[in-house]
């Protein structure tokens, strides 16, 4: 231990040999910029220009990346290099956001880079433009990134379901991985279901296993909450809307010892009203309320370290989860209908909570994060209606727990370091307990459903505990061949261990409950995942690149299963391919981002009958995808704004052996296309803000449009049943004077009837139109 108080006094003292900026920000014709925000990307540096623009930084010799920021005006980041011992002087100037787009700043490589110079595919929204969608969770998300689809499930939960390139998981855990400030969230059930207090949202499309490892099989969503700084600040929003929604949100930042300590806190309200009409009881079936709540704390110890801990709770409660009917055509022939003997009560607690170390160094800095995840969901009652009727038919309970502890370490080339190489490496480990209790209710009338059935009414309840543990090795390093051309080269090792103990109770009243004797299985995986770029500047805001990726998904246990040999599934790999060609044009007026990409996955996991009777996950399916991607965004004229993303997407099974009914034999379904994956996804949305320059106080108005558009996506792996291509419509306007907004908005305006989810004779119908207005106070 006295080697790690060594360490650590060490790396805490290191001498460094420092010189100071002296720099002002102000606009293109000269005015001052008084509080802006000047960030030294991967460092704890920072400061604020005062009244008459002017800031002054001490920095040691190095290179350096520059963020500049300030309210009404774009982002910008400048390049700097430190050689000799002389006061260095910087002149910065700043446009205003509607003369130039904000340059954006990612953390897809483990550190802060501008996302224009990353070689990959990657989608972000800032503050504002979450503000702008009104993104408030995961759903909202299809098409803002090409190629991406998140499935309406019908709770609260399970909208955490996410498609990107046609690569979804079919199980609790995904194939793309969620990640929140900095910390993997194992399961759609701890991943967030309310967007509150988001700084940024992070969407990167394709595998992205070298540095983010477990499952980002198909990609991940990175999302990233509101640190607090030196700046006090914070908000208040209300809303109210049709369906009576009613949405609170307050947050609120500050320093508590200034340059040392910061706090910020938020918390988020949600109240919605039913949707749904249930004609069995007559009344609404489908009500939701949720709470949640962000604690974050930053200490800066020195000028080379910087700790925050992170802590994040949410509490939901779904009166009316899973508001399905059980066939196709009464979805859309009895809309937003159900007509069941069943509340459907679902609840869930989460609890995140994380800590994270940085160390930026001379010759390297160092990363730590420690995360804890407790989640647990469960049904009250007989939990929720498998028949769809008012009959006492079946209905189920899960009752589930969930206990994950996770550690990350990464090494990095230093920040200000001026080699031509660039690096990364680090470890991982978790491990992860589970608890799950999932009984299922077969009630008097169940023998109406199924004439065999003689010995109801009677419960089954599967019981089990796993215990999942796993460890990682990680490295990439990008080396500079030329002053324009980048060669990198990734690879991760993964390792993991899985162990479940599983039983079964019978209870028929009055009788006392028979019991199936306790079996355990265990399974181990393990996977290299390489990747390989080339990038090229042809421009300073000009990139080309390609590259290759291999995907890895881990393989998981089926305890319903009578041959031991079908217990363990084994994992997913992908092998994916893409060339990359980034533009900002125009003086940084237009974006135009091209991506063409080809994947084949092998050993899809997909869960499937072979019998007719038993579902169970199997390693039947091989796929390949071929597509094409393109993001723009633009400021053709002073106040207006487009975005439009669009994505192509030719995903077909070169086999899939599946269970036919109708032929009463496995067929292999080759030439299909993968469930819940539209050909095409597209998402334009353009904005226009008057600003009313001759009045006393900021002043302005603006009007918002958004037209989405889906294609045709299949529910079932045979391609049976599915919903054709459609669109949706949203608008929004409203007016902001001084620190308030206050705004009018509608989603789905048109009213589009479609269907958002199906599977096994279960239906979902997307949302209805949606309408209100929201009150932004900020201080």
């Not at 990959?120 to 993104?135: H, N, S």
């Not at 399905?324 to 609890?351: C, H, I, K, M, S």
């Not at 334009?684 to 106080?697: N, P, R």
């Amino acid at each position: 231990m006295k080697y790690l108080y060594i360490i650590l006094i060490f790396l805490y003292s290191i001498p460094v040999f420092s010189q100071v900026i002296k720099g002002t920000v102000k606009t293109t014709t000269g005015l001052p910029v008084a509080s802006a925000t000047i960030n030294v990307l991967n460092s704890t540096k920072a400061t604020a220009s005062d009244r008459y623009g002017a800031f002054t930084l001490t920095l040691s010799k190095g290179n350096y990346q520059l963020s500049v920021s300030a309210v009404g005006f774009a982002t910008q980041f400048k390049t700097i290099s430190i050689r000799g011992n002389e006061t260095t002087h910087l002149d910065i100037q700043l446009r205003t956001a509607d003369r130039q787009l904000n340059e954006v700043m990612v953390t897809a490589e483990r550190r802060e880079q501008e996302v224009q110079n990353v070689p990959a595919a990657i989608t972000v929204l800032d503050a504002r433009q979450i503000k702008e969608y009104r993104l408030w969770d995961v759903t909202n998300l299809t098409a803002l990134a090409p190629n991406l689809f998140t499935v309406e499930h019908g709770n609260s939960a399970s909208s955490n379901f996410l498609n990107i390139r046609g690569v979804m998981g079919f199980s609790n855990e995904q194939a793309v991985a969620t990640y929140v400030d900095g910390v993997y969230q194992f399961d759609y059930f701890s991943a967030p279901v309310q967007f509150s207090d988001i700084q940024s949202i992070e969407i990167l499309r394709g595998p992205q296993g070298t540095l983010y490892g477990r499952n980002a099989f198909g990609g991940v969503v990175n999302i990233t909450t509101r640190q607090p700084g030196n700046k006090p600040g914070g908000y208040f929003e209300t809303t109210f809307g049709n369906y009576g929604q009613q949405r609170y949100t307050a947050s609120l930042t500050s320093p508590v010892i200034a340059g040392k300590l910061f706090a910020g806190g938020s918390f988020t309200y949600n109240h919605r009203g039913a949707i749904y009409y249930n004609e069995f009881t007559k009344s609404g079936f489908d009500r939701r309320e949720d709470y949640s709540g962000n604690f974050n704390l930053r200490y800066l110890p020195s000028a080379n370290w910087s700790l925050a801990l992170n802590a994040r709770v949410e509490n939901d409660n779904d009166r009316g989860s899973f508001p399905w009917v059980g066939f196709y055509d009464q979805v859309l022939a009895e809309p937003y209908q159900v007509n069941t003997n069943l509340t459907n009560v679902e609840r869930r607690n989460n609890f995140n909570t994380s800590l994270a170390a940085n160390y930026y160094g001379k010759h390297f800095n160092f990363t730590s994060v420690s995360s804890y995840i407790d989640w647990h969901a469960w049904y009250e009652g007989k939990g929720v209606d498998y028949d769809f009727s008012p009959l006492d038919g079946f209905s189920t309970a899960p009752n589930q727990r969930q206990h994950v502890f996770s550690q990350e370490i990464r090494f990095s080339s230093p920040s200000a370091g001026q080699s031509r190489l660039k690096w990364v490496a680090g470890a991982y480990g978790f491990t992860q307990n589970t608890r799950m209790n999932a009984p299922v209710f077969f009630g008097k009338d169940y023998g109406l459903l199924d004439p065999g059935a003689t010995d109801v009414p009677f419960t089954s309840t599967n019981i089990s505990r796993g215990n999942n543990k796993g460890f990682a090795f990680f490295g990439q390093a990008t080396y500079a061949i030329t002053p324009k051309l980048d060669l990198t080269a990734g690879i991760r090792y993964d390792h993991e261990t899985r162990n479940l103990n599983q039983y079964s109770d019978y209870v028929k009243d009055p009788e006392p409950a028979v019991s199936t004797p306790a079996r355990d299985y265990k399974a181990s995986f393990h996977a290299f995942t390489p990747k390989m770029v080339l990038s090229y500047k042809l421009q300073d805001d000009m990139l080309l690149y390609g590259s290759y990726a291999r995907g890895f998904r881990a393989g998981g246990l089926n305890t319903n299963v009578v041959d031991p040999a079908q217990v363990p599934y084994e994992p997913e790999h992908s092998d994916n391919f893409e060339i990359g060609w980034k533009n900002m044009l125009f003086n940084n007026k237009l974006k135009l981002n091209f991506t063409a990409f080809y994947l084949k996955q092998h050993n899809q996991q997909i869960s499937t009958a072979m019998d007719g009777v038993n579902a169970l996950i199997l390693n039947v399916g091989e796929m390949h995808n071929k597509g094409l991607e393109l993001e723009v965004t633009a400021l053709p004229v002073k106040g207006l704004q487009i975005d439009w993303n669009a994505g192509y997407s030719h995903a077909r099974y070169t086999s899939l052996l599946l269970y036919d009914a109708a032929a009463n034999a496995v067929v292999n379904f080759k030439g299909n296309r993968p469930i819940n994956t539209p050909p095409l996804s597209s998402m334009l949305a353009a904005q226009y803000t008057y600003d009313f320059e001759g009045s006393k106080q900021p002043l302005a108005a603006f009007v918002r449009g958004e037209y989405r558009y889906l294609g045709r996506y299949y529910f079932d792996f045979i391609n049976g049943l599915s919903q054709p291509g459609y669109s949706l419509l949203n608008f929004k306007a409203g007016i902001s004077f001084k620190n308030f907004e206050l705004n009018g908005w509608m989603r789905n305006a048109a009213s589009e009837k479609y269907v958002a989810y199906g599977s096994f004779g279960s239906f979902l119908l997307g949302s209805p139109r949606t309408y209100g207005t929201t009150l932004i106070a900020k201080f």
